[in-house]
């Protein structure tokens, strides 16, 4: 899921007026006129179309700009149906030494990035800001390019569901349900909303940018999409940082179920730690009563829910937040307020890193729909891979078996997903297995793309070499000060990757980096992130 350290938190307003280019309908019935060269070319009206950049919003800097880009719908069809594809720029602060562009994406899927050259510049080194235009883009079906909506509630979009007999037909009614919804509301649209169509509409920037290659900068779902633009466009990859990596091998599914599997010894290492520190927590001096006090509140929020701050929290409640045991010291807080709630001591919440200051973020032409992350979110995830199981029964069995395995979260991983009622996508799942040059950043500890999934695409890339930040905490490291900033910084200004992979050690400061972790919810509990 997306990294929150970079997540952008865009407040759309109407301001047409002042974008134009950014207005067009969600998806343009009406096909651009053909051309006579359309039957040897048939993408040139594509990749031959000329940018008008605009200032993307009155209050942004004047050196952001953006544009509107057509694609087609169905690549195999490049006369019919278009999309459009919104993109920004801030360009490079040195003509004399720049390269060329640098495409970022922020993860999701179902994450806009057209506003990441604004949040990137307080980010990236002045010798990359040198070298590269920053391009930022809302992958199809996403904010400004043609979004998606299902019409879906707070109910439908809650997706965090624990599996319980009793409950497991109204959980399959749920999934049915946002299925059908997202079907009629958009219909054969979510078919075409993949990863690889957005590597093509990749390919489609590049090129009515003038550029014969892009660097790009990836995080979290970012690192699939740019793995899955090496393998359909080696020649055009130039510098690929890919950072907090997911397994190809493993999407969608495998990758949600991987969130339990590297619960379990996240946890681990949480007991031990806070056993270490009992005269601060007072949850245990031993791993194993840490454990037990954890258990013991979940067991005792089953029979009676524990009243937070004004919230009752079910076991189930606590055991959704998965993610906080990725960052040791927010955990213990946390776990530590939950039991004096749970005694009857009311208490303030704890306090929490707060997040560096953002610029703030532009306001574009159209209004997004609520539900549009989430429409986008499951639009990907399902038509990417026909991997899904059909059978509900299925969805139960390995619910019930993974949480035996995996007693944190396994049920949630395993649970009935909207992707068993889902129309096929119009390709099967990209398989990637080349040799094209990469960088992966990778921390030890990462809640959304544990540590096995970035080994599990330095396994499929043969040409890349990877960093791993031993201790590193957090989703997302390039920008956040990490032992690996420097060997990514040298990769993207010089293009010399590490004659083998690399491990660096992260100091205490990155070691306790919270950036990745939700913003606390009112009732001061960690909220798990459920995006890559």
Known sequence: MRSTRIAPLVAFSAVAALVPALTPAVASAAAPAPLRTVAAD?????TQQTPRWQRCDAEAPAD?????????LDYSKPGGRTLDVAVSRIKATDPKKRRGVLLLNPGGPGGPGLDMPLYMTSELPAEVKERYDLIGFDPRGIGQSSPVSCGLNDDERNWQRPYKAATFEKDVRWARTVADKCRTRNGDVLRHLTTRNTARDMDVVRAALGE????????SYGTYLGA???Q???KRADRFVLDSAVDPQRIWRGMIQMWAEGAEPAFKRWTEWTAERHTTYGLGDTRAKVGKTYWDLVARADRDPIDFQGTPLTGDDIRAGRAM????????EAIAELKKAAEGTTVPAPSRQSAPPRPVPPSFARAVPSDNSDAAFWSVVCADTRAWPRDPEQYR???????ARYPLYGDFASNIMPCAFWKNGTEPATKVNNSVGALILQNEWDSQTPLPSGQGLRRAMKGARMVTVLGGQGHGIYGSKSCADKTATAYLTTGRLPASDVTCTATPAQAQNRLDLPVPAPQGLPVPQDRF
Do not use: N
């Not at 014969?212 to 995080?219: A, P, Q, R, V």
């Not at 045991?325 to 213990?332: I, L, N, S």
């Open 397 to 403: 069995r390995d619910a019930i078996r993974d949480k």
């Open 325 to 332: 045991f990725f960052d040791v010291k927010g955990a213990a």
């Open 64 to 72: 952001f700009q953006c544009a509107t880009l057509k694609v087609p």
């Open 42 to 46: 048939p993408l040139k009206r594509y």
């Open 228 to 230: 899955v633009y090496t």
């Open 212 to 219: 014969k290659k892009i660097s790009y900068l990836g995080y």
């Open 232 to 234: 359909m466009f080696p």
